[in-house]
């Protein structure tokens, strides 16, 4: 039996991001996400102008004058969502945790996906695969991917990204449009990218909390590391203990942009203290220039 508050959580998201879907990025998603290529509709008298290369041959000679093939997009699609459940999405300095953010923004892209009669699937990951929930179609299903999010009890406290995406390379054959959605907390996981990367469209989403990037002055604080448990006492008045920490938070959003880009995965940067909607919306505007 799923408890009240989670059924409400659900509601309350796809009402959310209904409303975002049917208002903003319906047209969005469409016009970047386009299906597996053309497939064979109807075939129809050759008018002037058409390419010659589409002509049929088998009905044009039987007809005793030239006809051409029809073909239209062919739209289904499968969207994949390889969400990072672990102990460090348990974090956040505004309104919510990286973890609900992260959340949100994969029921807006599954209600996208089914509005455009796409597949949608789910991988739920710790530092192993903790659920796998076949692509389908429909919002029943969509709202199932979601209680799976909110419902789900992580068995892992840490991260490993690379098992995800093996999971993802031997699990789905087809080709997918494939949203991973995690802080990336985590090394180790390039070859599995670049091996998961040939046969799907990988997106990377990246949900971080500004107080990962720098730390105000507030005197003596404990840190602790929710993937490790490791706590440490630091004296934040000391400017040199911050500009360190900026410093190596920098550093890690550096390396981490140049790895996607040399593997040319697509990366959206989400942070807590701001909308979602703005970096999904710039996203989509790339990917429908680079697509015409």
Known sequence: MIPKEI??????IEITTRGLVNDVFSGEYHSVFKGRGMEFSEVREYQPGDDVRTIDWNVTARMGHPYVKVFEEEREMTVMLLVDVSSSGNFGTF???KGEIATEICALLAFSAIKNNDKVGLIIFTDTVEKFVPPKKGKIHVLRVLRELLYHEPQGIQTDIGEALEYLTR???RRTVSFL????INTGYEKALQIAN???????????????MSIP??????????ESGEVIMVDTSF??????YEMEASANVIQ?????????VDHIDIRTDQSYVEPLMRFFRMRAKRFR
Request: charged share 40%; glycine share 6%; aromatic share 8%.
């Open 256 to 264: 981490r942009t140049k790895l996607f880009q040399s593997m040319n």
């Open 7 to 12: 059924l409400k959580k659900v509601k309350r």
């Open 181 to 184: 959605v995690s802080d990336f």
């Open 95 to 97: 309104e919510r945790m």
């Open 217 to 226: 002055d507030v005197g003596f604080i404990e840190l602790e590391d929710a």
């Open 239 to 244: 400017g040199g203990f911050r500009d360190s």
């Open 171 to 173: 699990v789905s054959r």
């Open 198 to 212: 040939r046969r799907h469209d990988i997106v990377a989403i990246t949900v971080t909390d500004p107080r990962e």
